[in-house]
């Protein structure tokens, strides 16, 4: 098993090749949030357009079937009941009006699902947590003067 950068696992690796391996996660952890939000905003815009669609085909149904619809089922109900044939019009318009306001209910269902998604919002908040972590981060507090140091960074590398 080996880092990213190549060497062993376990094995000292010198602040270059940490820094290199942090870099290169970093990088990857950006390029993931990135994708991330750009699934969650696919989703939002695909019940939006649903949404849309299904408000469409309400108005649709309401406008261009409703003098078709009401002849046949208007006479239609006359046929059947031989009631007045104003009250069957009325009752065929009113079978068209509820077909419709069934398709409005699914597009406010679907509009209020993509109005609650807080999927962009929750991305930022997660960057964001990620950026504040990596400013909070502070270097090993070494007790070894700064001399030492660079010549067991020398000795590691090599």
């Known amino acids: 098993m080996s880092a990213p950068d190549g060497s062993p696992v376990g094995a000292e690796r010198s602040i270059g090749q940490l820094f290199a391996s942090a870099t290169t996660e970093m990088s990857a952890l950006v390029h993931d949030e990135i994708a991330l939000a750009k699934a969650q905003l696919k989703?939002?815009?695909k019940r939006g357009?649903?949404?849309g669609g299904a408000f469409s085909v309400a108005a649709?149904?309401?406008i261009f079937s409703l003098p078709m619809l009401n002849f046949?089922?208007?006479?239609?109900i006359r046929t059947w009941s031989n009631w007045n044939l104003a009250i069957c019009f009325l009752l065929s318009f009113a079978a068209n009006v509820l077909v419709a306001a069934v398709?409005?209910?699914?597009?406010?269902?679907?509009?209020?699902?993509?109005k609650k998604s807080q999927g962009p919002q929750k991305v930022a908040a997660s960057m964001k947590e990620s950026a504040s972590?990596?400013?909070?981060a502070k270097p090993h507090?070494?007790?070894?003067?700064?001399?030492?140091?660079?010549?067991a960074v020398a000795r590691s590398s090599s």
């Open 43 to 45: 989703r939002d815009v």
């Open 49 to 51: 357009a649903t949404s």
């Open 60 to 62: 649709a149904v309401l």
């Open 72 to 76: 046949a089922l208007a006479y239609g």
């Open 103 to 114: 398709l409005a209910l699914i597009g406010v269902f679907f509009a209020k699902k993509a």
């Open 133 to 136: 972590v990596l400013q909070n």
């Open 141 to 151: 507090p070494r007790a070894e003067r700064v001399d030492d140091a660079v010549e």
